[in-house]
């Protein structure tokens, strides 16, 4: 098996070194990933300036770019050889719920399932990387699976609890939760006093309830939801056309 990884944390991040680890023993794999910490990019592509490829003593490539540039400059311009499958990640701390929209770890998957590869992001519940190896181990458990059931491409989101590997729960298939609104931003002033904004914290769980990623993950299992990219609102598609008449 050849696999692809990439993250949003950079390339130094243990996340990224646990998984390329853990999928070593098992598939071919080749590293390329941001340069530094790249959290919330979501699906952005860096088009205002040109991208440039290193090569890490470890054998990982980073790009000074988003995680979608690492995936993107991967399939087609830098690998001589299509992955079977991209995953990414371990993201240190949770994608879940309305997160997933702002995820550059999620964003680097999405980017291989839109080029038609199968993918999946994995990420740690709590952030800080206790028990990072047992989320490797069981990263490595779910890509080592016959995905035959499942239509290909699938694009896939797995959250994983911060637990000793033989402590974790159960595969758990769920749904996105929902969050209340994001708290409001901090205010501040930087040194030369001009009024500066640090984005405020996620929104409260409000929609956490059985069968849904926040659920599964609280009860000590792991959350593996299915994702699309169809943002079509198709029960609005008939009200649109009444409208337009």
């Keep these: 098996m050849r696999i692809l990884i990439s993250n949003d944390d950079g390339y130094l991040a243990p996340g990224i070194q646990a998984l390329a680890d853990a999928l070593a023993a098992v ?3 080749v590293v390329v990933a941001p340069d530094s910490n790249r959290s919330g990019a979501s699906n952005s592509l860096s088009l205002d300036r040109p991208l440039s490829v290193s090569k890490a003593a470890n054998g990982f490539y980073f790009v000074n770019g988003t995680p979608t540039d690492c995936v993107h400059i991967a399939l087609t311009g830098m690998l001589d050889v299509r992955p079977d499958l991209v995953v990414s990640g371990v993201n240190n701390g949770q994608n879940m719920g309305d997160d997933t929209l702002y995820s550059g770890t999620v964003a680097a998957a999405t980017e291989a399932y839109l080029f038609g590869i199968p993918a999946i992001a994995f990420s740690q519940v709590h952030s800080g990387w206790s028990e990072v190896e047992s989320a ?31 402590q974790m729960g159960p595969l758990t298939a769920t749904r996105l939760g929902r969050r209340h609104q994001a708290e409001p931003v901090i205010r501040a002033q930087d040194p030369r006093g001009r009024e500066i904004f640090w984005i405020g914290a996620p929104g409260a769980c409000r929609d956490a309830g059985e069968g849904t990623d926040f659920h599964a993950t609280s009860q000590g299992r792991v959350s593996i939801t ?10 609005q598609l008939e009200s649109l056309r009444g409208w337009l008449k």
């Design 27 to 29: 598939a071919d794999i």
């Design 226 to 235: 299915p994702l699309q990219v169809d943002l079509t609102h198709r029960e």
């Design 136 to 166: 490797a181990r069981v990263a490595r458990d779910i890509v080592l699976r016959h995905f035959e059931t499942l239509e290909s491409p699938f694009l896939l989101n797995v959250n994983i609890p911060n637990l000793p590997y033989d």
